[in-house]
């Protein structure tokens, strides 16, 4: 505090610790201390709270086939036998782990702190984009690469593997939190044991630096075949669905377009994802509803032709990194008709999710809402499975012999 401020608010503590003691001498000790609440029920109103939240609120009413009712009988007697916080807390994970993947997610509250206090769009890093896959070896897979970033200037690129960090190998434990040990202060070294799609494997050291999150629209035009390739980035920017029309318009106008391939495999929809305009662009009509307890509400689109996005034949790349909005498009459009899904399957992580506070400043999310189209197929569930199945995963292919893009271009002439 500065030394300015701090004389200032000294006399109104003096006057008010003056008054308290004055209140005190007159009305004399308090009878009765204040109460206090014991771990086992400090322990219980939360595991209540937990309970009746998921109990009223979460989408499937069947629980996924989990025992609900039984699992707070059996996690009562655990918290009348005695249990640390941490103890308890790693029960509260274990209850919840009961319901079908990604569906709920407890945080204790050092966990929600932190998280609250992270910002993802500036952060000090290396400037790549990251996901982790516990085959066949624990490992990094770098998505994408930052332009201009420290990864970038050290030779790192999309589909490298990252293997340890700073001489400590990568664990499944550790999954995606394994990005605070790539990330530090802004000037400091990491060292980073790479390996490329086809086996070379070399030690690589990145100085941090001060970075925005940011990835692009990547691709062009097959000019010989006619078709467009565009990669969609990890996470778009306001300017994704102009740059994509925009592209598509251009190519149109230079040559004849025979099929367009949209390449979604590191595609993750953030809190602003324009489904609904990238649906408009592709698609028409209604393609599926959202739903939960309550009822449900249609996906409807009017579709607008964009340099042949509603004509041209369109084959969709998929994987297992295809997550949120993003597999709601690629679902919508495979179940309607209009394009064909080629890849992997996808998570099917699309739900719908709202966040409560429990008693002790931990916070439970949970689904309330998921995606299903027309024929039935409820994402939540299933994810999206290829028409065509290419197993390759994006560690295994490189930027300039990608086998799954050959085979999606294969696709797209077959149909035109």
């Known amino acids: ?53 998921v109990n009223d609120q979460y989408l499937y009413p069947d629980f996924g086939g989990a025992d609900w009712e ?26 919840v782990s ?17 998280l609250e206090l992270e910002n993802t769009a500036l952060y000090s890093g290396i400037g790549a984009y990251i996901t982790v896959r516990a085959e066949p070896k624990p490992h990094i897979v770098i998505m994408s690469i930052i332009e201009g970033s420290p990864a970038e200037a050290a030779g790192l690129q999309a589909h490298d593997s990252i293997y340890s960090v700073d001489g400590q190998p990568v664990t499944a434990e550790e999954g995606l939190d394994v990005v605070q040990r790539v ?18 494997r070399r030690t690589v050291e990145v100085t941090r630096a001060k970075l925005t999150a940011a990835d692009t629209l990547k691709g062009g035009l097959f000019t010989d075949s006619g078709v467009v390739f565009v990669r969609l980035p990890v996470t778009p920017d306001a300017t994704m669905i102009d740059q994509l029309g925009g592209a598509l318009a251009q190519f149109s106008q230079r040559a004849e377009l025979h099929g367009i391939i949209l ?17 408009a662009m592709f698609g028409d009509g209604r393609l599926g509803e959202y739903y939960s307890r309550e009822g449900s509400q ?22 297992p990194d295809t997550e949120g909005s993003v597999e709601v498009f690629a679902a919508a459009l495979q179940d309607s008709g209009r394009a064909t899904v080629i890849g992997l399957p996808t998570p099917g992580r699309i ?10 400043g931990s916070r439970l999310t949970l689904a309330v809402s998921s995606f299903r189209t027309e024929t039935g197929n409820d994402l939540g569930e299933s994810g999206v499975a290829p028409d065509v199945r290419v197993d390759a995963d994006w560690d295994e292919v490189e930027p300039d012999n990608d086998p799954v893009i050959e085979r999606a271009l294969q696709i797209v002439l077959a149909t035109r």
């Open 1 to 53: 505090m500065p030394e300015a401020a701090m004389k200032r608010s000294i006399f109104p503590f003096i006057l008010l610790s003056l008054i308290a003691s004055a209140c005190a001498r007159q009305a004399g000790p308090l009878a009765t201390p204040l109460p206090t609440i014991s771990p086992v029920d400090r322990q219980t109103r939360v595991l209540d709270t937990l309970w009746a939240t």
């Open 263 to 279: 390449d979604l495999r590191v595609a993750r929809s953030g809190g602003g994802w324009p489904l609904a305009e990238m649906l």
């Open 351 to 360: 739900f719908g999710y709202e966040t409560m506070p429990l008693p002790d």
């Open 98 to 114: 009961a319901l079908p993947d990604d569906s709920v997610v407890y945080q204790t509250r050092s966990e929600r702190i932190a």
């Open 183 to 200: 990330r530090g202060e802004e000037g400091t070294a990491v060292r980073l044991d790479v390996q490329t799609p086809t086996g070379f």
């Open 70 to 95: 039984s699992l707070r009988g059996e996690y009562q007697t655990k918290i009348e036998g005695g249990l640390t916080a941490a103890q308890f807390e790693e029960a509260m994970s274990s209850m």
């Open 298 to 319: 249609p996906l409807t689109v009017n579709g607008v032709d964009v340099g042949g996005s509603q004509t041209l034949p369109l084959t969709l790349i998929v994987g």
